[in-house]
Every structure is written in structure tokens, then in C-alpha cells.
């Protein structure tokens, strides 16, 4: 027999025999590792599940960076949901936000109202002792401040974490940043209807403070309708709701007023006592 075709005999079948695959395990292995390349490999990042890992703990809610996500908007998306609020008839709003809500609307929209109301009276105020005496002088009250901050921030952050809640209760599918959202946007009518008030005619401030009011009530209420639906249960919430709103609008008119007539109280009291200081010389100078 041929020496070399002893050396070419096939030997994987006898007893003990291994396969020679280290050299393709090891090409395999290494393309894993280093995708085809040479030299140095840098590592990878880390899966999308160990990156974005979910804040099922109540200690997001107190981390600021859990709420950086709903103010990073545009302008032209805030100015386009402030826009859908003036038409509550199309009940579309939680359509338009989709998976982005935001709370800047929240935020500017309550303090600015917040301001505004704080703001006209300290200005009625202003105007009235400056026509009635020039001499006195005016100061800042911070008490209008703070009973408009109270109302729109009470409001506007316990309304729709009772929601929230109810309808967990009740089994409802329901989103807590969603519902603040909303409703910091449904006070945006009330902004320009602040200026309105000042018109000093009672029957059309009346008028106008429960056109705006209806708007708002009709907004929340259309869109939490199209949100969760209108079950017999539901449609209670919606009632609430609706009154709820309409209960806010007549606040801020009843506010207003009392301001005014405040305001015109402290007026009649500056020329009574002027009235009565004038009084006063004139006796003393018939005595003399």
C-alpha cells in the first residue's frame, strides 16, 4: 500500500476521534464579539431594557428629572393646543397630545391667569385712590395674589388627581399627566376673559364670564367623554366635571366683583373722609 494514501484515510469515524471545528468556533465567536473587525473594539451600549429601566416606585414622583420630558415642546405645538382649546367641539385634544402631554401649558397658563387677576385689582386699586386723593400713598396688597393662587392652583391640581383616582377606582384606563394637561389648557379661555371683566357693566360681564365658563365646561368634558368613554358611571363624572368648570368661571367672576366693590368701598370711604375733614375746617373756622 501507498504510504500517502495511508496519511489521507478518513479517521473521523473511529473511537475517540474529535472533529476539527476549533478554528470556526473561534472565527464565530470572534465576529460576535468584534462584528468582522480588527484591532480594538469599543463595547457596545447597553440594551434598550437596562438603559430606559421604569420608575414603578413613588420616589419618581419626587425626582425632577421624571418631569423634564413634558416641557421639552415647541412653541408652535403649545400655541396649536391652545388653539384647540377655544373649540371644544371637537373633542380631539387627547388626539393631538398623542404620547407627548405637557405640562408647560400647566405652568403658564395658571400663573399668568394667577397674575392677571392679582394684577387688576392692585391696578383698579391704583386708579381709584389716585382719582379720589392724590396725596395718599399706594402700596401692593398681596392678599389678591394670594386668593387668586389659592383658587386656580387648588384647582387646577386637585381637580384632575380626584379624576385620576375616581376612575382608577372604577377601573378606567386613566393618565394623571394627561388630565393635567387638559386641564391647564382648558383655563386658557380665561385669560383674554380676564380683560373682559373690566368692561363696568355687570350684566355683560355676566355674560361673558358663563359664554367662557360653557366653552371650558364643554371642552373638559367632551374630551374626557371621548377619553373613557360614556358609561352610565361615567357620565356622572362628566356632570361633575362639567360643573365643576362652570363653578371655577363663576368663581373668578364673584372674585372679581368682590374686588371692585372693594375697591369702590375704599374709595367712598377716602371722600367721606374727606368730605368730613372739609366739614371739620369749616366749623372750626365759623367758631373762630
Same mark, same amino acid.
Request: proline share 3%; net charge negative; charged share 15%.
Given at each position: 500500500?501507498?504510504?500517502?494514501?495511508?496519511?489521507?484515510?478518513? =479517521?473521523?469515524?473511529?473511537?475517540?476521534?474529535?472533529? #476539527?471545528?476549533?478554528?470556526?468556533?473561534?472565527?464565530?465567536?470572534?465576529?460576535?464579539?468584534?462584528?468582522?473587525?480588527?484591532?480594538?473594539?469599543?463595547?457596545?451600549?447597553?440594551?434598550?431594557?437596562?438603559?430606559?429601566?421604569?420608575?414603578?416606585?413613588?420616589?419618581?414622583?419626587?425626582?425632577?428629572?421624571?418631569?423634564?420630558?413634558?416641557?421639552?415642546?415647541?412653541?408652535?405645538?403649545?400655541?396649536?393646543?391652545?388653539?384647540?382649546?377655544?373649540?371644544?367641539?371637537?373633542?380631539?385634544?387627547?388626539?393631538?397630545?398623542?404620547?407627548?402631554p405637557d405640562l408647560y401649558g400647566l405652568i403658564w397658563i395658571t400663573t399668568t391667569?394667577?397674575?392677571?387677576?392679582?394684577?387688576?385689582?392692585?391696578?383698579? =386699586?391704583?386708579?381709584?385712590?389716585?382719582?379720589?386723593?392724590?396725596?395718599?400713598?399706594?402700596?401692593?396688597?398681596?392678599?389678591?395674589?394670594?386668593?387668586? #393662587?389659592?383658587?386656580?392652583?387648588?384647582?387646577?391640581?386637585?381637580?384632575?388627581?380626584?379624576?385620576?383616582?375616581?376612575?382608577?377606582?372604577?377601573?378606567?384606563?386613566?393618565?394623571?399627566?394627561?388630565?393635567?394637561?387638559?386641564?391647564?389648557?382648558?383655563?386658557?379661555?380665561?385669560?383674554?376673559?380676564?380683560?373682559?371683566?373690566?368692561?363696568?357693566?355687570?350684566?355683560?360681564?355676566?355674560?361673558?364670564?358663563?359664554? #367662557?365658563?360653557?366653552?371650558?365646561?364643554?371642552?373638559?368634558?367632551?374630551?374626557?367623554?371621548?377619553?373613557?368613554?360614556?358609561?352610565?358611571?361615567?357620565?356622572?363624572?362628566?356632570?361633575? #366635571?362639567?360643573?365643576?368648570?362652570?363653578?371655577?368661571?363663576?368663581?373668578?367672576?364673584?372674585?372679581?366683583?368682590?374686588?371692585?366693590?372693594?375697591?369702590?368701598?375704599?374709595?367712598?370711604?377716602?371722600?367721606?373722609?374727606?368730605?368730613?375733614?372739609?366739614?371739620?375746617?369749616?366749623?372750626?373756622?365759623?367758631?373762630?
Amino acid at each position: 500500500m501507498d504510504e500517502s494514501s495511508f496519511w489521507n484515510l478518513p =479517521t473521523s469515524h473511529l473511537l475517540g476521534s474529535v472533529p #476539527a471545528v476549533v478554528n470556526e468556533e473561534s472565527e464565530a465567536s470572534y465576529g460576535r464579539r468584534g462584528g468582522g473587525g480588527r484591532g480594538y473594539q469599543t463595547l457596545g451600549p447597553p440594551t434598550e431594557g437596562f438603559e430606559q429601566q421604569p420608575q414603578n416606585n413613588w420616589k419618581g414622583v419626587f425626582s425632577i428629572s421624571s418631569y423634564t420630558q413634558y416641557f421639552d415642546v415647541d412653541t408652535d405645538v403649545v400655541v396649536n393646543r391652545l388653539i384647540s382649546s377655544f373649540y371644544p367641539a371637537g373633542g380631539d385634544f387627547f388626539n393631538k397630545i398623542g404620547a407627548n402631554p405637557d405640562l408647560y401649558g400647566l405652568i403658564w397658563i395658571t400663573t399668568t391667569l394667577v397674575f392677571m387677576l392679582a394684577a387688576f385689582g392692585n391696578c383698579a =386699586t391704583y386708579l381709584i385712590q389716585k382719582r379720589t386723593d392724590r396725596t395718599t400713598t399706594w402700596s401692593f396688597d398681596v392678599g389678591y395674589v394670594n386668593a387668586a #393662587a389659592c383658587g386656580i392652583y387648588g384647582y387646577s391640581l386637585v381637580v384632575p388627581v380626584a379624576f385620576y383616582f375616581l376612575l382608577r377606582y372604577l377601573g378606567s384606563n386613566a393618565s394623571l399627566i394627561r388630565f393635567w394637561c387638559m386641564w391647564g389648557y382648558s383655563l386658557s379661555i380665561f385669560i383674554p376673559t380676564a380683560f373682559l371683566l373690566l368692561i363696568p357693566v355687570e350684566i355683560l360681564r355676566w355674560i361673558i364670564i358663563l359664554v #367662557a365658563g360653557t366653552a371650558s365646561s364643554c371642552f373638559v368634558t367632551l374630551n374626557l367623554t371621548s377619553y373613557i368613554g360614556g358609561s352610565n358611571d361615567l357620565r356622572m363624572m362628566m356632570i361633575a #366635571a362639567f360643573l365643576l368648570q362652570m363653578a371655577l368661571a363663576i368663581f373668578i367672576k364673584v372674585w372679581s366683583r368682590d374686588v371692585f366693590d372693594e375697591v369702590q368701598q375704599r374709595a367712598t370711604n377716602c371722600v367721606s373722609l374727606e368730605w368730613v375733614n372739609r366739614i371739620d375746617l369749616v366749623l372750626l373756622a365759623y367758631n373762630f
